[in-house]
């Protein structure tokens, strides 16, 4: 299922689970744990730390980070609590029990998602442009 996609398709990175598990390379803590990094990828979480922040997550979905887990931190329960318009984080159960219209839902929004921020980065591009253009005009005058 995973083989047809590549890291350069940012538009559906980490959308499944499994792509989200293989970024838990290193996690301070260990299977027991409420947030081991089954769970946390689980949630929705990919592992953005670094050795300054050994425990610092994103939500692939609403682009929250969050770090200072404990292990008895519930990772669906911590990314409601902390970004509660997640569309992902509302759904509070694991991919492998959604049915086909929750998958489809899901796959819409993140992809709206996606081309709204293109949009408003398009926005601010040509708002820079604008701005410019202006700038030269009245200095021409
Ligand atoms: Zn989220």
């Not at 050795?51 to 669906?76: I, M, N, S």
């Amino acid at each position: 299922m995973m083989s047809a996609k590549t890291k350069s398709d940012s538009i559906n990175n980490y959308f499944y689970q499994e792509e989200r598990r293989a970024t838990y390379k290193k996690w301070i803590f260990n299977d027991n744990a409420l947030c081991s990094a089954d769970k946390m990828a689980e949630a929705g979480f990919i592992f953005t730390g670094s050795l300054r922040e050994p425990d610092a997550v994103a939500c692939f979905f609403c682009h929250k980070h969050l770090d200072g887990w404990e292990a008895t931190d519930d990772p669906w329960k911590e990314h409601l609590n902390h970004s509660k318009h997640c569309e992902f984080a509302k759904m509070q159960t694991a991919q492998e029990n959604w049915t086909l219209e929750q998958w489809f839902d899901l796959q819409y929004k993140y992809d709206e998602n996606a081309i709204r921020k293109q949009c408003e980065d398009a926005k601010e591009d040509i708002k820079k442009y604008f701005n410019k253009l202006r700038k030269s005009y009245s200095s021409a005058l």
